[in-house]
């Protein structure tokens, strides 16, 4: 292994590919390149990827499709590439795991700036995150699994057992977007009715304990028509 990043590119259009190789490896990262979702999701199966460079309209699977499997068990940082530059096409992207977009035609030197800043960004913040078999710190959050404690700013909160369930999920997940389905079947254990607003509930009574302002949360975020992800709490 030579040590570089490695980014894949996952796009149908060749010419687009070409583009983008040229400028990546003038940068000296390693490259991957796919030409739909499907051929990306068997790459990154068998290799270690620092960024994911992602084409919206590719044949058999698409890159919003892709993105969502993606962000299943994976926290890397996506740049989706489109020729549509409708507000709520980014938003699209952005809400399903995405870290940012970008529009044909695109300046490919600006392209290069946001690759490294995604890079920098996710590279900080995997420092200052550690998971381990009995402790997760994020930033200033500190969960112990094997004590079922939680501290915040160096103070320990007092979690009901629900409440640490769902911090929990949320922080082994950190950075994937959890449908609020899934928080209650896993929580809860029992099939989820749409009426019920449970975890609505207990998300904003955790957040109560453990945020400095609830209504402008550092740590769980609401991402709107979805459910709820775990952010590392800069800034």
Same mark, same amino acid.
């Not at 040229?22 to 051929?39: M, P």
């Not at 309209?57 to 994976?74: F, K, N, S, T, V």
């Given at each position: 292994?030579?040590?570089?990043?490695?980014?894949?590119?996952?796009?149908?259009?060749?010419? /687009?590919?070409?583009?983008?190789?040229?400028?990546?490896?003038?940068?000296?990262?390693?490259?991957?390149?796919?030409?739909?979702?499907?051929?990306?999701?068997?790459l990154? #199966?068998?290799?270690?990827?620092?960024? /994911?460079?992602?084409?919206?309209?590719?044949?058999? &699977?698409?890159?919003?499709?892709?993105?969502?499997? /993606?962000?299943?068990?994976?926290?890397?940082?996506?740049?989706?590439?489109s020729?549509k530059? #409708?507000?709520?096409?980014?938003? @699209?992207?952005?809400?399903?795991?995405?870290?940012?977009?970008?529009?044909?035609?695109?300046?490919?030197?600006?392209?290069?700036?946001?690759?490294?800043?995604?890079?920098?960004?996710?590279?900080?913040?995997?420092?200052?995150?550690?998971?381990?078999?009995?402790?997760?710190?994020?930033?200033? &959050? +500190?969960?112990?699994?094997?004590?079922? @404690?939680?501290?915040?700013?160096?103070?320990?909160?007092?979690?009901?057992?629900?409440?640490?369930?769902?911090?929990?999920?949320?922080? +082994?997940?950190?950075?994937? =977007?959890?449908?609020?389905?899934?928080?209650?079947?896993?929580?809860?254990?029992?099939?989820?009715?749409?009426?019920?607003?449970? =975890?609505?509930?207990?998300?904003?009574?955790?957040?109560?304990?453990?945020?400095?302002?609830?209504?402008?949360?550092?740590?769980?975020? @609401?991402?709107?028509?979805?459910?709820?992800?775990?952010?590392?709490?800069?800034?």
């Open positions: 292994m030579s040590g570089r990043e490695t980014i894949l590119i996952v796009d149908d259009e060749q010419e /687009i590919i070409k583009l983008m190789e040229i400028y990546l490896k003038n940068e000296n990262y390693e490259l991957l390149k796919a030409s739909d979702g499907l051929e990306a999701l068997e990154l #199966q068998r290799n270690v990827v620092d960024l /994911i460079i992602l084409d919206v309209m590719m044949p058999r &699977l698409d890159g919003i499709e892709a993105c969502m499997r /993606i962000r299943e068990d994976r926290d890397t940082p996506i740049i989706m590439v020729a530059s #409708q507000d709520m096409d980014k938003i @699209t992207g952005l809400s399903i795991g995405a870290d940012d977009y970008v529009t044909k035609p695109f300046n490919p030197l600006e392209l290069m700036a946001r690759v490294k800043s995604q890079l920098r960004r996710y590279n900080r913040f995997t420092k200052r995150t550690a998971i381990g078999a009995d402790e997760i710190v994020i930033d200033d &959050l +500190v969960i112990n699994i094997a004590m079922h @404690t939680v501290n915040v700013d160096q103070r320990e909160v007092k979690l009901t057992p629900r409440e640490f369930a769902i911090l929990h999920l949320l922080a +082994v997940n950190r950075g994937i =977007v959890l449908r609020m389905d899934k928080i209650y079947e896993e929580v809860w254990k029992e099939p989820y009715m749409e009426s019920k607003n449970t =975890v609505m509930v207990h998300i904003r009574k955790l957040r109560e304990k453990i945020e400095r302002d609830p209504q402008n949360p550092r740590f769980i975020k @609401t991402v709107w028509g979805i459910g709820y992800k775990m952010e590392s709490g800069l800034g």
